[in-house]
C-alpha cells in the first residue's frame, strides 16, 4: 500500500513504474492513472488508516527469527516489466534463502485481486534480482491479524504481467482512461470526488449524442 511517488512529466515514460500503481490499477485504471500520471491524491479513512500502518514497517531493518531471516522496506525493482517500488517485510525461508514477500494491507480480504497482483509483482522482482524462483507469499491484513498466503500460480503471474503492460501504455501515451462508474468501487475511493465519475459518463453520453445529431443532420441536408 504505499503511496510511491509519481515522477515529473518529462521522465515518467523511461522511469520504472511504483509497484502501489499495480494496485490501482486492478481496483480502477483510471485511479492508476489518476494518481501516478496526472499526481492527484485525497485521503479519506481508509486510506489514512493504511498510511499508519506502513509508517513502521517502510523503515529498513533485518533481523533473525527461529532460521528466517527477515528484511523490512527491501527495495524491489524488474528491469523486464519496468516496475520497482518498497517491499514492506521479506522473510528468507530456509538453507536457500528462498523469497518471501509479505505485503502489509489495512482491512480485510477483498473479494478483488488488486493486493494478490502487488504481492506477485514484488515476487517477479524478487526471482529477477535473486535468480531464484518465488512460488509464493503473504497478505498480512491489520483487521483480520492474519497471514493470507498467496500462491503465485500462472494465472495471476499472467494478470500481473498484463497490469504492469497496461500500465506502461498510459505512461507511454500520457493517456488517463475514461471515467466508469461502478457502485462497489467508486463509492470507497479517495477520488471519487476528483474524478467525478458520475459526471464523467453524463459528459461522455451527451458529446455522442450531439455527435449523433450532427451526423444525422448533415446527412439530411445532404439528400
Known sequence: MHSDEAVPTDERESDPIPLSALQHAVYCLRQAALIHLERMWAENRFTAEGHVLHVAADKPAQRKVRGIRRVAALPLASKRLGIAGIADLVEFHGDGQVPFPIEMKRGKPKLHRADEVQLC??????????????????????????????????????????????????????????????ADRCRACSLLELCRPKASAKLARQWRDRMVQAALAEEESAM
Not at 514484488?122 to 535468480?131: F, P, Y
Not at 492474519?146 to 500462472?154: I, Q, T
Open 121 to 182: 509483482a514484488q515476487a517477479l522482482c524478487l526471482e529477477e534480482m535473486t535468480g531464484r524462483d518465488v512460488p509464493e507469499g503473504a497478505l498480512y491484513y491489520a483487521e483480520t491479524k492474519r497471514r493470507l498466503v498467496v500462491p503465485f500460480d500462472e494465472g495471476l503471474r499472467r494478470l500481473t504481467e498484463e497490469t504492469a503492460a497496461k500500465l506502461r501504455e498510459i505512461f507511454s501515451t500520457f493517456q488517463t482512461p475514461p471515467a466508469t462508474f461502478r
